[in-house]
């Protein structure tokens, strides 16, 4: 009950100081984590939770399907199409860059081998932008710069697993199971794909008719359906659900919009618990036993690695300098991370605490760093916050309760 009254608490914090966080560098996020610290062992102590209770990976798993699920709204075909050429560089230079970059500090200064190095790098390859709301979540950013960090992010935490898999079956001497994990990574995106179809054509018979007010929960459950089909299918969740959201989008826009406002605030929730719940797992004692090496490859993996990584994927693009560098910058660390860091942390390799301690320091230094730094950024090009949020002039509606008008606009 401590922890849900200082969510309750937290929360209630952080929707009254909304206002001044959209025009500040506070960050509900941090705010979040700061709390989770407070309550947690290093703090009052009015919360003790192990990286290993299954709560910590419910939370963090739920945060993120959901994240994926609705950022892929704003992900459908025709945006994926017509952004392929930058999101394509993210992925395919800038994410195997990344993980090799950290790979090499992870080993020389950190002292790991190398396949548990290169675990380390996996882990911490994939973005989050739910971090960097002020830039990804503004229509008036520029529309390839939103699409290039929102593809890229959604799509890189189901891709990272595989390679987290692989180097974690490496570290424990064991077979990496390759064609398996294709599989699963496979049945996943065909999952994302398939099941909104499905239930998108059922939709759009004369027999299956939708309530107005009950609109938002068809794509909620969609989510819920998925997501137990992955896990009990062993799919990638991850990318099931990016692919979902897009899927989604692509075939029933009607149905998207009626979710996003939903959405949006079921994200924030499941984010912010998680935020809450992880906060309370760093303790003066971990971060006093990771060495100065460690530290050293947190900030590299922020500082550096990422803003060179990106810059090199993104040379000779239509992306201005003002574009690129905040593409470079705004990286993130987030529930991707803390999934596979607790992966690792379940496995029981000789290194599995020690990495988890560098994957939560590194997460923890991102929080601060990005969701403190994003409305600047948004200022430096040329955005002001507006009075009234959320942002942007909404695109016309179209009544539910036009079943003509509808089936037109997913045709």
Not at 69 to 80: E, H, K, P
Not at 126 to 139: H, Q
Not at 272 to 288: D, K
Request: proline residues 6%; contains cysteine.
């Amino acid at each position: 009950m401590a922890l849900v009254l200082a969510f309750g608490v937290v929360l209630l914090v952080s929707v009254s100081l909304s206002g001044v966080a959209a025009r500040t560098v506070l960050s509900t996020a941090l705010l979040f984590l700061l709390a989770g610290a407070l309550i947690g062992d290093g703090g009052l102590g009015l919360v003790s939770i192990a990286p290993s209770d299954p709560l910590v990976v419910m939370l963090a798993d739920i945060a993120l399907f959901t994240v994926l699920f609705t950022d892929g709204q704003r992900a459908n075909v025709r945006a994926l199409r017509d952004g392929w050429q930058l999101s394509g560089r993210a992925l395919g230079i800038a994410m195997p860059i990344t993980m090799v970059l950290i790979a090499v500090p992870a080993h020389f200064l950190a002292g790991l081998d190398w396949p548990t190095a290169l675990l380390v790098g996996a882990i911490l390859s994939p973005t989050d932008p739910v971090f960097a709301a002020a830039i990804v979540g503004r229509s008036d950013i520029p529309l390839r710069l939103r699409r290039l960090l929102n593809v890229e992010s959604g799509l890189n935490d189901g891709l990272a697993l595989p390679f987290v898999l692989i180097f974690l079956a490496t570290a424990q001497h064991k077979d990496s199971g390759i064609g398996t994990i294709a599989w699963e990574l496979a049945l996943g995106l065909i999952l994302g794909i398939v099941v909104p179809a499905l239930v998108v054509l059922a939709w759009r018979t004369r027999i299956l008719t939708v309530e107005p007010r009950l609109q938002a929960l068809g794509p909620l459950a969609i989510a819920v359906s998925l997501y137990g089909a992955c896990h009990l299918t062993h799919a990638n969740p991850y990318l099931a659900a990016f692919a979902a959201g897009s899927t989604l989008a692509t075939l029933d826009k009607v149905a998207a919009e009626q979710y996003e406002p939903f959405g949006e605030l079921l994200s924030e929730i499941t984010k912010f618990a998680a935020l809450l719940v992880f906060g309370a797992l760093i303790t003066p004692e971990r971060l006093g036993e990771l060495g100065a090496g460690a530290w050293v490859v947190a900030l590299l993996a922020i500082l550096l690695v990422r803003p060179a990584a990106m810059m090199l994927s993104l040379m000779r693009t239509p992306l201005t300098t003002a574009e690129r560098a905040t593409a470079a910058w705004f990286g993130p660390k987030g529930f991707a991370s803390v999934v596979y860091g607790l992966l690792v942390l379940q496995s029981g390799i000789p290194e599995a605490d020690n990495i988890f301690d560098l994957v939560a320091v590194t997460i923890a230094l991102s929080i601060i760093l990005h969701s403190s730094t994003d409305v600047p950024v948004a200022k430096a090009l040329r955005v002001e916050p507006p009075d009234n949020l959320p942002t942007g002039a909404p695109e016309a509606k179209i009544s539910p309760a036009d079943p003509q008008t509808r089936q037109s606009a997913m045709d």
